[in-house]
């Protein structure tokens, strides 16, 4: 059995953020179902370019692994995939960490998963520099917690190993909240800048603000009849401190648009609009959004 401490399945953005962050000082394995360069190229935030050679596996014929952590940092919609993929190739106790977006996997392999499955809720920004490298965009903040508060201790321990390596993690109790809130911000800004292929601080200007303030009242009435308690800043004063702060940033869900890839459009919306449903409450604008990212 190999020795890998982190085999993290999936090698887009924030699946090479991650290796090449934890590389230097822990042993893991990138895997996906295309070959990549074994030589990435990590570029920080404040412009250093750091290459390292990563052990690359196929995620379909996995090497005899026995990982301390099982990462799925695929897109929402190929999870459950990714997961059927690996997870008879490794000892089934093995703790599961999910990055996704959204909250819609995050239930799902709770419940389907024998070991201790982590959520991750992350604000750390990065994206592709071809097959060879990432760039990390900004520093961020990431949140570990499970939905039943079972696993504080594996928590702290996962949070401090990443802190170690540069990603600031904390481990938190209400993971469950948290992700409601993400997907909150992101249902008011990925879908607009999707739909009318505009960067984050474009939404500020006429005709998109007005639809901003829309799908905000929207969400906060369904995050109420969820119980969802209100962050801080209430939910207008925190999306338009998001946007601010990723004025010059295109969406994750305007890069897929834009690379012809399929959207996360059912995991951001889908919850939303399924609660919208189960509530009775008229949510006119996440529906539209919704018609309309999800083509012909």
């Known amino acids: 059995m190999s020795t890998a401490s982190h085999l993290i399945v999936g090698p887009g953005a924030l699946g090479r953020l991650l290796a090449l962050q934890l590389a230097d000082t822990q042993p893991v394995v990138l895997a996906g ?10 570029t920080t935030p404040e412009g250093e370019r750091r290459t ?22 695929t897109k929402a919609y190929a999870t459950e995939a990714a997961y059927d993929s690996v997870a008879a190739q490794l000892p ?13 996997v995050q239930p799902t392999l709770s419940l389907r998963h024998t070991g201790p499955v982590l959520c991750a809720s992350t604000t750390e920004g990065a994206w592709l520099a071809g097959d060879t ?10 949140y570990l917690g ?10 702290r321990a996962l949070a401090a190993t990443l802190t170690d390596t540069g990603l600031q993690a904390s481990a938190v109790a ?33 005709p998109f603000q007005p639809m901003v303030t829309q799908v905000i009242e929207e969400v906060t009435a369904i995050m109420a009849a969820e119980a969802i308690p209100d962050p801080e800043a209430g939910w207008h004063g925190l999306v338009w401190q998001v946007v601010a702060g990723t004025a010059n940033n295109r969406a994750s869900m305007l890069q897929d648009v834009l690379a012809g890839r399929p959207t996360e459009r059912a995991a951001i919306l889908g919850p939303l609009l399924s609660a919208a449903r189960h509530h009775g409450i008229a949510s006119p604008c996440l529906v539209a959004l919704d018609a309309a990212l999800a083509g012909p």
């Open 92 to 104: 089934p106790a093995t703790p599961l960490v999910l990055w996704q977006n959204g909250f819609e």
């Open 33 to 42: 179902r295309r070959a990549l360069p074994a030589e990435q190229t990590l």
């Open 52 to 73: 390292r050679r990563l052990t690359m596996a196929d995620s379909r014929r996995l090497p005899p692994l026995a990982p301390a952590f099982l990462h799925l940092t």
């Open 174 to 206: 209400d993971i469950r909240t948290r992700l409601w809130h993400k997907l909150a911000i992101n249902a008011a800004i990925n879908p607009l800048t999707a739909r009318y292929r505009i960067r984050n601080g474009q939404l500020r200007d006429r």
């Open 133 to 142: 490298g990432v760039v990390h965009a900004g520093h961020g903040l990431t």
């Open 146 to 155: 499970d939905l039943d508060n079972r696993y504080p201790e594996l928590c």
